[in-house]
Each structure stands twice: as structure tokens, then as C-alpha cells.
């Protein structure tokens, strides 16, 4: 089946640093891709949605000046976290919806995950 | 807009018993429908989903899920659980238009007592 890949998996940065993560769908184009977070013992929460070669339409109450996404080409989305803060630490999960197919329906892939934690 | 509303936060379960975790939808226009399962420390897996067809629909590790559209439901069964069960349990819903996203519930935790 299709992969969606995530790096770093693990990532410790102090508070006040930048960190970007990446998204890459392996073996699918995808104009659309996901941002999610989820706290400990929490569900997954949708940041943003990220379109290639347009700008990112963010959920309410994610800033977007915060979290910075750049969805540069059909395979690959990045979340730059800028600034990071404690509060920031958490586990970011990206998914990229395969645009291929005749079908109406496009399955959308979640990749493993991305540790943040900020000291 | 979706929502997804996962009923208990918590099952405990015996092993060898049957389970069914909970799951209410709301949204105005056709859906799709999903259960993913988290292991600890671990991405997502999907377990199953609906989009169309037949409402009973059956996934891997031995879980299946019935759509009923009059109770807006999409609960998961189980016949028999196992230890290696235990995890996270996560209903989505989707809607049916092209710039839809999937939105998760609150999750259900599954654990399985020897």
C-alpha cells in the first residue's frame, strides 16, 4: 500500500528554537496533505491543510505565523514549528490524500508520527 | 460542520469476550467512515472503513463496524479480544465533498484483562 513518511520521528530542541518537520508520500502524488497534533492521551487534532503550490488554510485557533507550512511540491509538505515553546511538545502526525485513481474517492494516508519535545 | 462523538473514554474488557466500542456521527451530507487503531508510542493503523455498499463492514484483526445511517452510528465489534488488543481506538468521519477532511473522536481506550 501506499507509505507516507515522517522525519524526524524523534526531535528534543530547547525552547526558542525552530523545528521543521517533514512529509513525504512515497509512492503517490498528493496536492493535499494534513497536519496533525495530538497531545498525551489525546486525539488527533487537525492543524491545518496544506495544498501544493497554495497557501496552507489553518483550523481556528492554530497560528499560523507559529506553525509554518510549505506543501512545495507533490510528495512534500514541511511544519515548521518557529519559536518552540514547552507547550509545543507534543506528537505531530501528517496525512497525505493520493490524488490518483477514477474513483470519487481519494484514500488518505497517515504517516507515524513526529515526536516534539521542547526543553 | 462533522463531528464524531466516541461514548466511553474507557472499556475494560476480559479476554476471549466480546466488545463493541461506541461511535455517533453528525453531518449533513454523505459520509465517510473510519477506525483507526494506536498503539502506544505509535502512529495510526487503519482498522476499517465505510464508504459505500453494504453497511456491515469487516476489517483486519478480526473488528468489523456497522453503518447505520438512521442512528448516525458506526460502532466497532469484536467477537473475541485479545491481549495484543490493547491500544487506542479511534472513530473519523469524513465527509463526501473533495476538499473534506477527516476528523477524529475523543478515542476509546481498550483494555484487555487476562
Known amino acids: 500500500g501506499a507509505v507516507v513518511s515522517q522525519h524526524p520521528s524523534r526531535v528534543i530542541c530547547k525552547s526558542g528554537t525552530s523545528v521543521k518537520i517533514e512529509c513525504r508520500s512515497l509512492?503517490?502524488?498528493?496536492?493535499?496533505m494534513f497536519w496533525y497534533r495530538q497531545f498525551p492521551k489525546q486525539s488527533l487534532m487537525l492543524m491545518a491543510t496544506?495544498?501544493?503550490?497554495?497557501?496552507?488554510?489553518?483550523e481556528q485557533g492554530v497560528e499560523k505565523d507559529k506553525f509554518l507550512i510549505n506543501h512545495a511540491s507533490l510528495t512534500l509538505s514541511t511544519l515548521t514549528v518557529t519559536s518552540a515553546h514547552p507547550e509545543d511538545s507534543s506528537f505531530y502526525i501528517c496525512?497525505?490524500?493520493?490524488?490518483?485513481?477514477?474513483?470519487?474517492?481519494?484514500?488518505?494516508?497517515f504517516g507515524p508520527g513526529t515526536r516534539l519535545t521542547v526543553l | 460542520a462533522q463531528s464524531v462523538t466516541q461514548l466511553d473514554s474507557q472499556v475494560p474488557v476480559f479476554e476471549e469476550a466480546p466488545v463493541e466500542l461506541r461511535c455517533n456521527y453528525s453531518?449533513?451530507?454523505?459520509?465517510?467512515l473510519f477506525w483507526y487503531v494506536q498503539y502506544p508510542n505509535q502512529g495510526l493503523q487503519l482498522l476499517l472503513k465505510?464508504?459505500?455498499?453494504?453497511?456491515l463492514v469487516k476489517g483486519i484483526n478480526g473488528f468489523e463496524a456497522e453503518f447505520n445511517k438512521s442512528q448516525t452510528s458506526f460502532h466497532l465489534r469484536k467477537p473475541s479480544v485479545h491481549i495484543s488488543d490493547t491500544a487506542e481506538y479511534f472513530c473519523?468521519?469524513?465527509?463526501?465533498?473533495?476538499?473534506?477532511?477527516?476528523?477524529f473522536g475523543s478515542g476509546t481506550r481498550l483494555s484487555i484483562r487476562p
Open positions: 496525512s497525505a490524500r493520493d490524488q490518483g485513481g477514477s474513483s470519487s474517492y481519494n484514500e488518505q494516508f
Open positions: 509512492d503517490f502524488q498528493a496536492t493535499t
Open positions: 496544506s495544498n501544493e503550490g497554495s497557501k496552507a488554510t489553518y
Open positions: 453531518s449533513s451530507v454523505s459520509v465517510y
Open positions: 465505510y464508504l459505500s455498499g453494504s453497511t
Open positions: 473519523a468521519v469524513r465527509s463526501g465533498s473533495s476538499a473534506s477532511k477527516i476528523i
